[in-house]
């Protein structure tokens, strides 16, 4: 039976693991040229992929309207055709893009955004309403996040949503979110092993919400890749939130520190990657980790963890014993 959790507050059930829809937006520029896409991808093999996450018990795909500049949705929408009822969608709003151009042009906070893009989303998805629908500017103040809630309660109330939620990475916007309307359900947050946000999980924690986490394997890090990314994708020109990658290539310091704690969260015959997620599951009950995946072998290894579930309670002690030494101080990117 596929390992299931509740999406927060919102009462719907989702597999415990989701499907990240990041990569296979493809390409999207910012300025000066840097990319914020994963490069160019195989449109036909994304919905292949979407396809072989449902078979595997999947039931969230979490996508927002900036990936691709809207690509990712419209791919989404195209492989759920006729499945609509077997997934739960998540999307985010708050990033401008011209699907032209594939280029970002800016961030927008405002309630009359907020239903635009909605709207946006929605033609793109082909459906007439959205799952969990995410502010997606991680650190807007919490003031401006809070002029949302009115609107979003409305849109709930029209049923173009079921819930919303928030992705950032600061736990005191996380927690004034998480005191507003009934219908907030989730803070998505960086997340993983190598980088565990205990406050923000925290506040997840204590007011119900479901805690959607995103880079759970570090952005391939996490799944012992070494192979050199091009410059149209994000990791090939970090900007400096992205510590993982180097120029394209693993960040030293980070890598030594997957090495230090492979053969823990391997020790039951699961792959790097399957370890990492099964940490994640064991870390608390209210994670959902949600793995971008562009093939379906990549699909298939990492929805394996579905079935072998939470990382065994020794090998998380063990994982857990080695970051005690580890997580302080980060090594440099």
């Known amino acids: 039976m596929t390992m299931t959790r509740t999406l927060g507050r919102s009462g719907i059930e989702v597999s415990a693991l989701g499907m990240g829809c990041w990569a296979i937006g493809g390409p999207l520029w910012g300025d000066g040229g840097q990319p914020f896409g994963w490069g160019e991808v195989d449109d036909d093999e994304s919905v292949r992929t979407i396809h072989a996450a449902l078979d595997a018990g999947v039931t969230l795909f979490d996508t927002a309207s900036n990936y691709g500049a809207g690509h990712s949705e419209r791919i989404l929408g195209r492989a759920l055709?006729?499945?609509?009822?077997?997934?739960?969608?998540?999307?985010?709003?708050?990033?401008?893009?011209?699907?032209?151009?594939?280029?970002?042009?800016?961030?927008?906070?405002?309630?009359?955004?907020?239903?635009?893009?909605?709207?946006?989303?929605?033609?793109?998805?082909?459906?007439?309403?959205?799952?969990?629908?995410?502010?997606?500017?991680?650190?807007?103040?919490?003031?401006?996040?809070?002029?949302?809630?009115?609107t979003l309660e409305d849109l709930v109330g029209q049923g173009k949503i079921r819930a919303y939620g928030w992705s950032t990475d600061n736990p005191a916007s996380a927690e004034a979110f998480a005191q507003t309307g009934p219908h907030c359900a989730a803070i998505q947050h960086d997340q993983?092993?190598?980088?565990?946000?205990?406050?923000?999980?925290?506040?997840?924690?204590?007011?119900?919400?479901?805690?959607?986490?995103?880079?759970?394997?570090?952005?391939?890090?996490l799944t012992g890749s070494t192979r050199a990314v091009g410059r149209d994708d994000v990791r090939g020109m970090a900007p400096e939130w992205l510590v993982w990658f180097t120029d394209g290539r693993p960040t030293p310091a980070w890598a030594a520190r997957v090495e230090?704690?492979?053969?823990?969260?391997?020790?039951?015959?699961?792959?790097?990657?399957?370890?990492?997620?099964?940490?994640?599951?064991?870390?608390?009950?209210?994670?959902?980790?949600?793995?971008?995946?562009?093939?379906?072998?990549?699909?298939?290894?990492?929805?394996?963890?579905?079935?072998?579930?939470?990382?065994?309670?020794?090998?998380?002690?063990?994982?857990?014993?080695?970051?005690?030494?580890?997580r302080q101080p980060s090594p440099v990117g």
């Open 81 to 150: 055709a006729g499945r609509r009822d077997r997934a739960v969608i998540a999307t985010k709003f708050g990033n401008r893009a011209d699907e032209a151009s594939r280029r970002w042009t800016g961030t927008d906070a405002s309630p009359a955004y907020c239903v635009q893009s909605l709207e946006e989303s929605l033609r793109r998805l082909g459906t007439d309403h959205v799952d969990l629908y995410q502010l997606h500017i991680n650190d807007l103040p919490a003031t401006a996040a809070l002029d949302l809630v009115d």
């Open 192 to 221: 993983s092993v190598l980088l565990d946000n205990a406050a923000t999980l925290a506040v997840c924690e204590a007011y119900g919400l479901a805690s959607l986490n995103r880079g759970p394997l570090a952005m391939g890090l």
């Open 260 to 326: 230090q704690i492979r053969a823990a969260l391997t020790a039951d015959g699961r792959t790097l990657g399957q370890g990492a997620l099964g940490w994640l599951l064991a870390r608390s009950p209210r994670t959902v980790p949600i793995p971008g995946c562009r093939t379906v072998a990549q699909a298939a290894e990492n929805f394996a963890t579905l079935a072998l579930g939470p990382l065994p309670d020794d090998a998380y002690a063990e994982v857990e014993r080695l970051l005690a030494d580890l």
